[in-house]
Every structure is written in C-alpha cells, then in structure tokens.
C-alpha cells in the first residue's frame, strides 16, 4: 500500500521517503495531542515534532503524569485512528490566531505565535474536533496509522532553557503497518542490550563522574581501545601524506572574532578572562591549523598541505542533551585540514572520501553520503558557494558516489559531505564530513605564491573520519555489542589456570604471549573452572586459555574460542599463528 501525504502545498511523498516519514510521525504527535485534550482538557500543549526516529510531544499537565496513563492514552489514540478523520489545513491571521489560543489557554502556542516574523502567515491544521497551529506537513487522514507505540516519558524545560516551565515530553513512533512496528520493537531490546553506556561500565571501558558531567573517563581498558583507533588513524594519515601538529586548547577572543565562530558559534563556547583579556577554549581545530599554515611563507610547492590533529575540544552541550559518549561536552576530533589550490580541490576530496572509505570497511560499515547546501546564515559569495558546491558533486559524480541532496544544512562557511555509516542493527551515524572553505583562507588573509610570481588565496577543506573518537568508540560498542573482533578487543587472550600451582606456566605462556603483542591476563582467582570460564565469555573476551597439568607437561594450551567453545589443545605457535592470520583478516 502506498499512502499519499500532503503538506499546504499539497506535495506528496510515500512513508519510505524521509519527507514522507516526517509527515506520518507528525500526524501521529497531533493524534496524541488531541487524545490527551479529550482525556485531560485542562492540559496545555506545548510542541510535537517528529524526530529521527518517530516523535514527541510536550505538555504542560495540572497533575503528576506517569507511564502508567501512557495506555490510557493509546486506547484513546486507537478511537481517533477509527474514526478516519480528515486533516484540513487553513490560515488564519495574526490576529485571529492569538484570539483562537487565548480563548483555549494555550499560552505555549500564544508564544510560538509571538516569536513569528511579522509577516508570517499563520497556518492551523485541523482533525475532527482538534486543531493545532503547525506548519505541516501532514497525512490526509488519520486512518493511515495503523500502527503505533507510546515509547517513554522525560522532563523537558520549554524552549530548552532551564530558567522554564518544566514540561512533560512523551516519545512514540508509529507506521503504516503492524509487522513494522513489531520489528521496531524488537530493533529497540536489542538496542538496549546493546547500549554503550551499560556494556561500557560492564566491560570496565569508561566512566561518567558527578564532578564532570559531560566529560567522559577512561578507564584502562578503554583507553587501550582508543589507543588502538589513534594508532591506526596515525598509520593511515602518515601514508597519505599528512603532517600532525597539535594547537592550543585555549585562545584569546580576536582568534574567534576573525574565524567567525564568536559571532556563529559563541553560546556552545566555554569562556574564561586572562589578564583581562577574553579567551575561548576551542570547539574546533580549524583556527589553529590555520596559524599554523600562516607561520611562514607559502609556495604553490607547498600544496597540498594536509595538517592533522587529533585535537581536544570543548564544546557546550545542555545538560538534558548529554548521552554516554554519544553526546558530550569534551571529546578527541580527528581533524585535518588541507589547503590546496583551485585545480586540486577535486582530486583532494576524492582522495578523503577513498580514506574514510577504507576506514569504515575496517569495521564493517555500510554508509550513504548526503550533500549538504548553503543554510540561510552563511558567509560569503554566491559565486563561492556555488564553485564550492559544484566541486564537492564533480568529486562524487566522478567516483560513481550515490548522494542524496540536504538543502541548507551546511555549515557556515562551505557546503559539505556527511558520511552516514550504518551499524550491524541498521541504525545511523553521521561521523565523517568533508566541508569545503573559501571563507577562513580569506578571514585570515591566507596566501601563497604561484607558480606565476603571484600571491593567490588557498583554498581549504575541513574533515575528520571519526568525527569524535569518543562517540566512535560508543558507536563500536553497540556496533559489535562489546564483542569486539580480535585486533581491536582491549584483552585479546585470558588465561585460566586450573589450580594456583598452575600459575607459573599461566605467566609463562602470559610472558611468551606479551612478547609478541598480544593483549593477555591471567585470571588467578581461586574459583572452578566453569566460573572463570562464564567471567571471561561475560567479559566478551576473543578467546580463553585453560592450562592445568595436562597442558604443562606437553607445553600446550587448551583453547576456548569466545563464539565457538572448545577448540582442543596445541602449541603456543600454532596458536599464535592462528591469532596473526584472523587478526590481519
């Protein structure tokens, strides 16, 4: 079955299009809203957008709302569904509209309404008895949600700001048929098994502390993990020609002022006053690759200049946004950034785009790419924009690269490519971008001299791979669900002794292992072998030694493989030739 979804200017799309999806969820936060005026009439509406991942709405209610009416609220949701109801759009005037919400004590509309430039007009979309001031789109009717699910409940303060009415937020997602809303389901218990911030305290990863919120802790094991990322990043970039500096955590405010983001950026930015002077700590790298190529003269010889920097940035994230590693206030970014010249500019974004390739095939991830266009507050010409825009679609067109179009969701200063890498359960993540810059070259007067004689204006493009190696790592964790492959598991091999006498040749096959880069332990705790055993598999470790009597006359070892069990005794080379051959797989 194919729906047919229509906003005011009545353009369609079917549910497997993301306009379509946003239409279908949208509708389904009005069909909650109205079931909650027709059970709690007194409660005040906020706002119900859809979401990545289905919707929300936000009341205010004039009493203590649990999950416990979350069913009453479905049944009332499922008679409006039956009633097949027709949604209408009109307008109404300034006016008009601010009369139609005072009469119904609407006072979070009535300020939506008074943020509106003036000129707006003011749309109302109606269903049966309810209606809404909304900008669309919508479904035509409400008998097109077959299928639907209250998820959870949340505090949410209005307009994000702490300083606001706390409101209650209630999540659902809804489709046009049962089977896919009983796959969703099951696609969020695996979810939760999966979660990062659960398997992360579990496998002793990392740590979140109430003196830090937002600033995540690395425990041994962890970073053993991010080393691993951070060394291979290291390989990858040396061999494509990329040099490693390292910029200030901290700059004064004239920095920010010429790169723009004290005007764009400012309220994600921490601050601080040094000498009576305003300084910034820096959400991005891009200013100080910048001095860094401006420390000394510059030859068309020189490009391209590819500078990398695993940089730490700080940015401010409120605190009902922070989630485990996925959302944080200070994390590791992958930058680089190269400057090139003109005729460059094509081959250097292919030449990203084929790095972030392989990185991700490392892992196993599938990924789209999505253009994203000049957004409405951007800096600089039309012609740069559009001599931007075109090289980054030459680039892919060129590769044979399928990308979708995201309209006015670059950045600031150049349009962009996200990679969106798409986990073993099929969810997605944006993590690598490549944005290309006419702006900071000229904000900061950068220059090199042609092969004319001349001075010219480099041109810039900004990327990471990882995006934050943070999240990267909790992405893994759910990726893998903590049972992460051999080459990058933090402990590779435990070994299981059998009886404490059996700890000298525990240390000795430890020892031999340790020499030839193997990431081993040896659990020497006096407790049965069948415990030892289920700690290990809990701990998700790759593969399990026993050594008791029997494996030390014959020099031998007993292997367990963590997915497979026993594969039987043999000797130290034998498995360590086995550990090379899958780790190199």
Known sequence: MKVIYRDKEMVEASFEEKRGKEAFWHTTAHVLAQAVKRLYPDTKCAIGPAIEQGFYYDFEFSFPFGEEHLGMLEAEMKKIVKEALLIQVYEMSREEAVSFMQERGESYKLDMIEHLPKEETISFYQQGEYAEFCAGPHISNTCHIKAFKLLSIAGAYWRGNEKNQMLTRIYGISFPKASELERHLKQLEEIKLRDHRKLGKELELFTMIEQGPGFPVFLPKGM??????????RKIHQREG?????????????LWET???????????????????????KPMSCPGGMLVYQSKPRSYRDLPMRLGELGLVHRHEKSGQLHGLMRV???TQDDAHIFMTEEQMISEIQNVAKLIDEVYAKFGFRYEVELSTRPENSIGSDEEWEKATDALKKAMDSMDTVYTINEGDGAFYGPKLDFHLRDSIGRTWQCGTIQLDFQ??????????????????PIMVHRVVFGSIERFIGILIEHYAGKF???LAPVQVKILPLAERFHSYAKEVSKELSNMGIRCEIDERAEKIGYKIREAQLDKVPYMLIVGQKEMDAGEISVRKRDEGDLGSMGMQKFIRLLKVESEE
């Open 224 to 233: 053993i993990l991010k080393n691993i990322l951070i060394d291979d990043w």
């Open 242 to 254: 990329y040099m490693e500096i390292s910029t200030p955590i901290m700059m004064e405010r004239s």
């Open 259 to 281: 790169s723009g983001h004290w005007e764009h950026y400012r309220e994600n930015m921490y601050t601080t006053v040094i000498d009576g002077v305003d300084f910034a700590i």
């Open 329 to 331: 206030r200070a994390f």
């Open 440 to 457: 900071l070259p000229q904000r900061f007067g950068a220059e090199y001299v042609g092969a004319d004689g001349k001075t010219h204006r």
């Open 485 to 487: 492959p051999l080459w």
